[in-house]
């Protein structure tokens, strides 16, 4: 069969030069025979030797380069698998059709589609969502087109296609009270001129101070942050060498009146000493040396007290081994620990000592093994365990035999090969034992139950299963261990609310009068009729109320409505919801879930527990988050564009060569060029420019 697929692969076809997508097709006709199968890419990958991402590359035709490419071999061995020559394979996609309803009804929905396809639709969507004023994201497009966005996203035209589009259609920047940042950009300069007198460095939180506005605040305007940075970064260069060098002198100062009052030298205490925060003065490289040159930290502190208690332990320690060795006992970190009452994880965390007892083990050759001898002397010190266990009437297990016998850990006892055997052969008589107990103590129980359930029946009655437990002697928990008995109990008493109720039960007119009573009680005190309202006041629960039709009626009657059901509850959500995402839209104020909880009156998880909300909800928050970080990244590549047009200049006054490290130092942002397009674009034409006028110049 080989010969004669290679055959037909050899021979001119019709299909080599009249559908480009042909291989596409051939994928769509390897997956409809793999579901006819039902079956799965993990059901196959074992049997064919292909990886599950083999399997993916030859089903959606990938015939680029690269380890996603399908290769020939791959399907051979696929079309071996399915059980159909590969040359039929062919001929069937040739001869199939993309309306295939084949294709239409395949669980991969959309999967089987061509780009071509899904590029239709796409732009059909776009078209809409235009057309209809919604905000174009992916999100939008993804529920217009009924395509997951993984499943667009396999597709480079469809990718492309949906970028572009994204991109082109950003929007506007939030429109701000332009009065209001007027007024705050004439303080900004009020307070630059201060710090200028008082010949302080002019930062971002030096100004907010001054202001009264937080420092996170003044990226909310534009002009006043386009102001700042200008200003402090054409300012900063002049004021840091003397700044640099008063801050030194202050902290040189503080400094050396911590060390005359013996306090600690720490960042917190310097900062407290001078006035001044730590990340203020850290930022200089002197002044950083400096105060590390004195620096006492609690880390140091603690180092320095370890190691002199580490001093003072290895005296004690070396007793305890001498101890050990002459009583002839094991030498190990718990035998050490319990005679300097220490526990032995503490002991390891001392590095001479762990090494000093690491040492004695060794050389004394009681790591692990006590120097035991041969098999046979553990295998005799294992049985007299056993028999010592089983005399005691403790549990028999592989770490009541090593403490029994003492100074041999659990790993070294399965080195023994006779001692294995030994245990494993008890503990599976053992574990027989105990399946034969179990079994005769359920039978006890059985018949226990019997005879209670008998008695209980006689007197005509209900029971419950505490009173079965109290004939029989045990708990309802220690009963339900025991399948047979769980289901007995289950059998006979399935429904112990009832016997409960119809112990308790009061008559119909008794409730009916104690519930008129808490309706005349609530309408005096004018609280609102509500079913939990009524419970309370007669000491019934909800349920029991609303067995009675005559007491429903009353409520009925009295005002008690009830509650809507959930689908009309949901749409009247819905509208509210919708009407507080408009409001916030037209006041220009961010979209989250707890802000539309708080204007519907709602609480957050009550919210999004209806469906239909909880899409709305979540679809309009990631639209609204997502338009606020494209307008932040365009208001900031603004900013940055015109703060590198000033420091082009810069270098182009100072006859200076134009990097993009250059442009990084003068405006203080690493990668500027890489992180926003249109800055690097400038830069890029900037450094041309500058090589051509070089070039001419030489020339």
């Not at 667009?152 to 990718?159: A, E, F, I, P, W």
């Not at 046979?376 to 365990?385: G, H, I, M, N, T």
């Amino acid at each position: 069969m080989a010969s004669k697929e290679i055959e037909f692969l050899l021979n001119p076809q019709p299909w080599e030069t009249t559908d480009p997508a042909f291989q596409e097709k051939i994928g769509q006709e390897f997956m409809l025979l793999r579901y006819k199968k039902q079956l799965k890419h993990m059901d196959v990958s074992p049997e064919t030797g292909l990886s599950i991402g083999i399997l993916s590359s030859i089903e959606l035709g990938h015939n680029g380069s690269g380890s996603k490419r399908a290769r020939l071999r791959w399907y051979f061995m696929y079309a071996r698998y399915l059980g159909i020559p590969l040359s039929d394979i062919f001929m069937n996609a040739l001869e199939k059709k993309e309306e295939d309803p084949r294709i239409m009804t395949t669980p991969g929905k959309y999967y089987l589609r061509s780009e071509d396809w899904v590029m239709e639709r796409v732009r059909e969507a776009c078209r809409l969502l235009e057309m209809s004023g919604q905000c174009l994201t992916i999100k939008a497009v993804t529920v217009a087109t009924g395509i997951t966005k993984k499943g667009l996203y396999k597709y480079d035209r469809v990718k492309a296609f949906l970028r572009e589009k994204i991109d082109n259609n950003k929007l506007s920047s939030r429109v701000r009270d332009s009065q209001f940042e007027e007024q705050l950009l004439e303080m900004a300069q009020q307070a630059a001129q201060e710090l200028l007198l008082a010949r302080k460095p002019i930062t971002h939180r030096a100004v907010s101070d001054l202001l009264g506005l937080p420092e996170r605040a003044i990226v909310n305007y534009p002009q006043l942050k386009k102001f700042l940075g200008l200003f402090v970064d054409y300012t900063r260069p002049i004021l840091t060498a003397e700044c640099e060098r008063t801050l030194l002198e202050q902290v040189r100062i503080g400094v050396m009146e911590l060390e005359e009052l013996r306090l600690p030298v720490t960042y917190q205490a310097i900062s407290e000493k001078i006035g001044i925060r730590s990340y203020t003065w850290l930022a200089y490289d002197q002044i950083r040396a400096f105060v590390l040159q004195h620096l006492d930290s609690r880390y140091l502190r603690g180092l320095k007290e370890r190691e002199q208690r580490e001093e003072a332990l290895i005296p004690h320690v070396l007793e305890a081994l001498n101890e050990l060795e002459s009583a002839g006992k094991s030498v190990t970190f718990k035998s050490v620990g319990k005679l300097l009452g220490i526990s032995h994880t503490r002991l390891k965390t001392y590095p001479r000592v762990h090494v000093l007892i690491e040492q004695r083990m060794i050389s004394l050759g009681s790591r692990g093994r006590r120097g035991r001898g041969s098999n046979d002397e553990v295998l005799s010190d294992v049985q007299r365990s056993i028999s010592s266990l089983i005399g005691q009437g403790a549990r028999v297990n592989n770490e009541a035999i090593a403490r029994e016998m003492g100074g041999i850990s659990v790993v070294t006892l399965k080195t023994y090969p006779k001692v294995r055997m030994l245990v494993d052969d008890y503990l599976s008589s053992d574990h027989h034992y105990q399946l034969q107990q179990f079994t005769l103590r359920e039978e006890q129980l059985l018949s226990q139950l019997e005879a209670a359930i008998q008695d209980l029946e006689a007197l005509g009655k209900p029971f419950s299963q505490s009173e079965l437990c109290e004939k029989v002697g045990m708990s309802i928990s220690g009963l339900k261990r025991y399948p047979r008995v769980k289901a007995l109990l289950k059998q006979k008493t399935p429904f112990p609310h009832i016997y409960q109720r119809d112990r308790n039960q009061l008559e119909e007119k008794d409730i009916m009068q104690r519930v008129k009573e808490a309706v005349i009680d609530l309408t005096d005190r004018g609280e609102p009729i509500t079913l939990n309202r009524v419970a309370r006041q007669t000491h019934h629960t909800r349920r029991v109320l609303m067995q009675y039709p005559q007491v429903v009626l009353f409520l009925e009657q009295s005002g008690y409505k009830k509650r809507k059901p959930r689908s009309d509850r949901e749409e009247e959500l819905l509208n509210l919801v919708k009407e507080a995402i408009l409001v916030c839209k037209n006041n220009g104020q961010p979209i989250t879930q707890k802000k539309l909880s708080d204007m519907v009156g709602l609480g957050t998880h009550t919210l999004l527990s209806y469906a239909q909300v909880k899409a709305l909800i979540a679809q309009t928050v990631g639209e609204d988050k997502k338009e606020r970080q494209e307008r932040y990244f365009q208001e900031r590549q603004d900013e940055m564009t015109q703060r590198v047009v000033v420091a082009l200049q810069h270098l182009r006054d100072q006859n200076r060569k134009i990097t993009k490290r250059a442009i990084d130092k003068l405006v203080h942002y690493s990668r500027v060029c890489s992180r926003y397009p249109k800055v690097r674009v400038l830069v890029e034409d900037a450094i041309r420019a500058q090589r051509t006028t070089n070039e001419s110049n030489t020339d």
